[in-house]
């Protein structure tokens, strides 16, 4: 079986085309859902978690089950909001921004600054391992 040479550019095109998907929902969400600035710290929130969470599951299969558990929870959060009718539709487009900012930052620090970690590029590889117990 053939190994494919560059992992590392197929995770930081994944990332930031995440990111950039990210960022088009958001900006389409504000043409409909005002842009209001009270909410900006969610942002920023949402920024520095997802960077954080992005970062340690680049590492480790813990990281990535970290990542996965409060990926699950925000989802939980959001969906009781809105069934309670207490979800502020306009922290969204703030919320959506944070996470395009911090997918965006990481994979830029630890992509084109810094390598990408060796754990998130042997999950690129063509001929990646099933489990990671070789660590």
Same mark, same amino acid.
Do not use: H
């Given at each position: 079986?053939?190994?494919?040479?560059?992992?590392?550019?197929? #995770?930081?095109?994944f990332d930031l085309m995440l990111?950039?998907?990210?960022?088009? !929902?958001? =900006?389409?969400?504000?043409?409909?859902?005002?842009?209001?600035?009270?909410?900006?710290?969610?942002? #920023?929130? @949402?920024?520095?978690?997802?960077?954080?969470?992005?970062?340690?599951?680049?590492?480790?299969?813990?990281?990535?089950?970290?990542?996965?558990? #409060?990926? $699950?929870?925000?989802? !939980?959060?959001l969906v009781w909001l809105t $069934?309670?009718?207490? =979800? !502020?539709?306009?922290? $969204?487009?703030? =919320?959506?921004?944070?996470? @395009?900012?911090? $997918?965006? !930052?990481?994979?830029?620090?630890?992509? #084109?600054?810094?390598?990408?970690?060796?754990?998130?590029?042997?999950?690129y590889a063509s001929d990646a391992?099933?489990?990671?117990?070789?660590?």
């Amino acid at each position: 079986m053939e190994t494919d040479p560059e992992p590392a550019k197929r #995770v930081v095109s994944f990332d930031l085309m995440l990111a950039l998907s990210n960022l088009v !929902v958001c =900006l389409l969400l504000g043409g409909v859902v005002a842009f209001e600035f009270d909410w900006w710290p969610v942002g #920023v929130a @949402a920024a520095l978690v997802t960077g954080v969470l992005s970062a340690a599951a680049d590492r480790r299969r813990a990281g990535q089950w970290l990542l996965s558990a #409060v990926g $699950i929870l925000a989802i !939980v959060v959001l969906v009781w909001l809105t $069934i309670t009718d207490a =979800l !502020v539709f306009e922290a $969204i487009p703030w =919320l959506l921004l944070g996470l @395009a900012a911090g $997918i965006a !930052v990481n994979r830029l620090y630890f992509g #084109v600054v810094r390598p990408v970690p060796v754990f998130r590029r042997r999950g690129y590889a063509s001929d990646a391992a099933v489990d990671d117990r070789s660590q």
